[in-house]
């Protein structure tokens, strides 16, 4: 059985970067872009008003040149800070309700990526599922359950994805990502639909995953066999 902490001691680049950290970066770049674009405004207008309190006669070929008549106006700049404003709004607010969570979900399943296969371990039920090389390892869900998955890495960047989730979140090293998904009514079994969104190295495309959705019952029985 091949086991995720045999990879812990393999050297790797950490990285620093949460949620937060490019919410902050997005928040300075469209700070420093609002600045920028009032400081150029203002500097037009004053630039296009230069010379028009001089006499005819006494201004210069390029104040002439640069009378208020064509001055840069005011209204393209306007409206392009709105249309900037209103995409960071809804950006925003967007990004906050994704990422909102229940403090209190029905399940919450720790999920461990390591080259190249999964781990999937439900804290408190007593159950761990390790993929192996021969073996695709499957996820099994109850239905119309909120579920949290705490995702980490042991080794390489990699990337959780179930594209029928519509939720795809990096795993960093060192770090846990979390998010919640409000799993539906419909069960099932969708073979080979997880996988790994981020190369991670020469096995990369072995990282798959199966996804099982059971009634509360049947999650409850499968508990009770998959426990050693």
């Not at 902490?5 to 950290?21: M, P």
């Not at 919410?23 to 700070?31: D, L, N, P």
């Not at 309700?97 to 439900?122: K, N, R």
């Amino acid at each position: 059985m091949r086991s995720p902490v045999r990879h812990a001691g393999i050297l790797y680049l950490k990285s620093r970067c949460t949620a937060e950290d490019l919410r902050a970066s997005c928040r300075r770049f469209v700070q420093t872009f609002l600045a920028r674009a009032h400081g150029r405004l203002n500097s037009g207008v004053r630039w296009g008003k230069r010379g028009a309190d001089k006499p005819v006669e006494e201004r210069q070929p390029h104040e002439e040149a640069l009378l208020p008549h064509r001055a840069f106006p005011r209204w393209p700049a306007a409206v392009a800070l709105l249309i900037v404003g209103a995409l960071f709004g809804i950006t925003f607010f967007s990004v906050r309700s994704i990422d909102a969570e229940e403090p209190d979900p029905d399940l919450t399943v720790a999920v461990t990526g390591f080259q190249w296969q999964w781990q999937f371990d439900y804290p408190g039920r007593g159950v761990r599922v390790i993929g192996t090389d021969g073996v695709e390892p499957e996820l099994v869900l109850p239905s119309g359950t909120k579920v949290q998955f705490d995702l980490t890495s042991v080794d390489v960047i990699h990337s959780f994805w179930i594209p029928g989730f519509r939720f795809k979140r990096d795993m960093f090293p060192g770090q846990v990502q979390t998010f919640q998904v409000d799993i539906g009514d419909r069960t099932g079994s969708w073979p080979d639909s997880g996988v790994c969104a981020e190369f991670c190295g020469l096995d990369h495309h072995k990282m798959r995953f199966s996804v099982r959705i059971v009634t509360p019952d049947e999650f409850e029985s499968w508990l009770q066999e998959a426990r050693p």
